[in-house]
């Protein structure tokens, strides 16, 4: 029997683990923290659970085809419910909420611009196509070469997803509305790059936000990490956990040496921090990518976040909330381009207490704050945390129309250094690489290592790239690719 070690126990982990082990290989996971998850860790706190990372569920349908594969379905693990409205939008003068209905969602367009609701249904359907082409076909590409997209239907395909258009001119060819164009260009902001400078085919977030829908697993995004990891079990995966990797190398077999043991296998899948891997855990003449290769590497965003226990509930708050009620292109300039703090930053709230009692006790609010900031940037101290913090409470204070200060019981931060510390993140990067168009498909890392034939990378830093589901693919496509090598 093949075996394979697996380092780093997030969602790509898991799911290449599960799926070679589903296949024949024995697996083992060996995880630094005490915790499995990643990013998508947990913290409990005085009857409060908060989830530590993503908080977003969207589609469903990869998470429904991930299951599938093994012959189950998310509804085996936990109940999702589809959230309405989907989220609520803070701007500087009004609040809006995000209908789940396409006919509200319609009308919401069309009363901030004539035409608007029209080309919603427009916009939308060119994002299906971009959606189709991109989640259901080009992800899961191993991103080997070019010649992956040699076939016809690849090449027609690219030329529908707009690859060489960027995101802003091709939303504004639809909406000219500010607020509406703020709606649809939010979930650029996670990507890495300004609108500007990120390809249109990326409207097919928008896709998967507004026709697919937001979701969420009751009892938090960890429910999703207890599912893969009760599966991984039951595929006899095992797991390793307070073990640190500290060397990688080959002599035979590969070895995977840790602060307790020495483990050995045919096959090793870092689904821990690519650039770590590369430069702490292998020797000099096994890396593949220079320090300057890693330094023009353009990062997605790092983030400032609280977890917040409110001793009383709160009025006016949905289960996600975005305020950008100051500007949008500034902020992100300020993340993209400047790279220094944010002067007045846009900011995102979760309040999944407003659905879930299970995460916070009678009575109470869990409140999750994200500030998206610059990657690698110095200054990290609690003294500027608690300034954001301050500011952030007393926006929302604002626009809620409520005071709660004085009822906050505690709030937790976590932010760049821990960013570091817990998952080795280069730069302190939250979501890793930007899906900028020289840093798509087989112009990332590689996912097979060019000199350690039997190291394979999946997660976030290679294809397909960050984000949940394609963490999820990623796992799968580096699966596939070793069971292909072995079968050679």
């Known amino acids: 029997m093949k075996t394979a070690t697996i380092i780093g126990s997030g969602f790509s982990s898991l799911a290449a683990a599960s799926t070679l082990a589903a296949n024949g290989v024995e697996a083992t996971i060996v995880e630094k923290n005490q915790q499995i998850g990643g990013r998508a860790r947990m913290l409990k706190r005085d009857g409060f659970t908060f989830d530590m990372g993503p908080s977003w569920y969207w589609m469903p349908d990869v998470f429904e085809r991930y299951f599938e594969s093994f012959g189950k379905k998310p509804s085996d693990y936990y109940e999702l419910k589809r959230l309405d409205p989907s989220y609520k939008v803070f701007f500087h003068d009004e609040a809006i909420s995000i209908p789940p209905a396409m006919e509200e969602l319609e009308q919401l367009f069309e009363s901030k611009e004539k035409g608007a609701g029209t080309a919603l249904r427009k916009f939308l359907a060119d994002a299906s196509v971009k959606y189709d082409a991109g989640i259901n076909d080009l992800v899961h590409k191993p991103g080997h070469s070019l010649f992956e997209f040699a076939q016809w239907k690849v090449i027609k395909g690219l030329f529908e997803l707009d ?30 790059a300004m609108p500007q400078d990120t390809p249109a085919l990326y409207s097919l977030m928008n896709y ?62 870092g689904g821990a921090d690519y650039h770590h891997i590369e430069t702490s855990l292998l020797k000099p003449e096994d890396r593949q990518y220079s320090s300057s290769y890693w330094d023009r590497r353009t990062m997605a965003p790092s983030c400032l976040l609280y977890y917040v226990g409110v001793d009383k509930k709160l009025t006016g708050l949905e289960h996600h909330n975005l305020f950008f009620d100051t500007p949008f292109d500034q902020h992100a300039i300020e993340i993209y381009s400047d790279e ?55 926006r929302i204070e604002k626009h809620t129309k409520q005071s709660f200060s004085n009822e906050i019981l505690f709030s937790e931060s976590y932010s760049i250094k821990e960013f570091k510390t817990d998952y080795n993140s280069f730069k302190g990067n939250a979501y890793g690489l930007a899906n900028t168009l020289m840093q798509t498909a087989f112009l990332k890392p590689k996912l097979r290592h060019k000199k350690l034939k039997n190291l394979f990378f999946t997660g976030q830093l290679t294809t397909p790239g960050p984000g949940v589901p394609p963490s999820l693919i990623s796992g799968q496509v580096v699966a596939k690719e070793i069971l292909k090598s072995i079968r050679q």
């Open 163 to 192: 690859l060489l258009k960027d995101f802003r001119s091709f939303a504004q060819s639809y909406f000219k509305n500010d607020k509406l164009l703020s709606l649809i260009e939010f979930p650029i902001l996670f990507l890495g």
């Open 340 to 394: 220094q703090w944010p002067s007045n930053p846009l900011f995102y709230v979760c309040c999944p207490s407003q659905t879930d009692p299970s995460v916070a006790p009678e009575g109470k609010e869990n409140l999750f704050i994200l500030i998206p900031i610059a990657p690698g940037l110095e200054g990290d101290t609690d003294a500027v945390r608690k300034e954001y913090f301050d500011k952030v409470i007393a």
């Open 208 to 269: 998967a936000d507004m026709s697919l829908g937001t979701w969420y697993p009751m009892g938090g995004m960890h429910k999703i990490i207890e599912a893969m990891e009760s599966l991984a079990r039951e595929k006899g995966v095992n797991f390793r956990t307070n073990e640190p990797v500290t060397q990688i190398f080959r002599n035979g077999s590969m070895n995977v040496v840790t602060d307790k043991d020495t483990i050995k296998s045919d096959y090793v899948v």
